[in-house]
């Protein structure tokens, strides 16, 4: 293999990993917030016949969440708003259906409101710090998840998304930090394993990077990112079955044709 595509590979990998990382931080806070509903509940509310009315609507709205229906669940969340605007609840599901179309400007708003409401809740923080790195607001990222981190420390994915963002700024002793501490808290998972190896390999340790990539396959077979990783840092150390095997796998697991170009390429070239 000549020394050019070498250099081609090197580069691939290395924004390929950064732009996943990205993707992780955004989908696995969404789904964090959607599947710990149950911490919204507010102490000293009180349910009068119309909020209870209220209540069924924003248990239908959930379940559109669940199901994908988000431009449903808004509507139905507005709805809500309009009846009552003293609980924070509302504000907060609907910013996550708005997150989840894309709509990041709307959802920060909506997260807004919540946090006005209630400021010690730590989902709207989360989520609105998730928001910010979508609009590229890094800054005010790593504010929204320092405080949501003051409010539950013990929570790994709060960790894992600060880390990102210090990442994305290039403060990388403070990203590894919060890889360190999320993987603590949790060792298997997925996004902080998967973040901690880019950093590692950004940083040149590259037998530490493959660790993290292997381990975070381990904890879930089906994910296709750390494959493509894993296997092109084995191109470079001229891993070729290994690096075949990997590029392969990526290629089977994963439905981005971008990608699955490139894994295809680095084949022919292996070839």
Do not use: C
Not at 28 to 41: A, I, Y
Not at 226 to 245: D, K, S, T
């Amino acid at each position: 293999m000549t020394t050019e595509p070498k250099r081609s590979n090197k580069q691939a990998l290395f924004w390929g990993v950064i732009i996943g990382g990205g993707v992780f931080l955004l989908v696995l806070l969404v789904g964090f917030g959607v599947t710990t509903f149950q911490k919204s509940e507010q102490v000293g509310q009180q349910q009068t016949s119309d909020n209870q009315q209220s209540l069924v609507l924003e248990a239908a709205a959930k379940d559109q969440i669940d199901l994908g229906n988000y431009e449903s669940a808004i509507s139905i969340l507005t709805e809500v708003i309009e009846q009552t605007t003293e609980r924070s609840e509302p504000y907060y599901y609907r910013a996550v259906a708005y997150s989840a179309l894309g709509q990041y400007e709307e959802s920060v708003s909506d997260f807004d409101a919540a946090i006005e409401i209630n400021p010690h809740w730590s989902l709207p923080l989360a989520g609105r710090g998730s928001a910010h790195v979508a609009l590229g607001e890094l800054d005010a990222a790593i504010d929204d998840f320092s405080k949501a981190i003051n409010l539950e420390p013990d929570q790994a994915m709060l960790y894992s998304n600060r880390g990102q963002a210090y990442h994305q700024l290039g403060k990388l002793a403070q990203a590894r930090d919060d890889y360190n501490l999320a993987l603590d808290l949790n060792p298997g998972m997925v996004a902080a394993r998967f973040n901690r190896g880019v950093l590692l390999y950004a940083l040149g340790k590259t037998d530490m990077a493959i660790e993290d990539f292997t381990r975070a396959i381990a904890s879930d077979p089906h994910n296709a990112p750390p494959y493509f990783n894993r296997g092109m840092i084995y191109v470079e150390l001229g891993q070729i079955e290994e690096a075949r095997a990997d590029l392969k796998q990526f290629i089977e697991l994963t439905d981005d044709a971008e990608w699955k170009a490139l894994a295809l390429d680095a084949l022919a070239d292996l070839e």
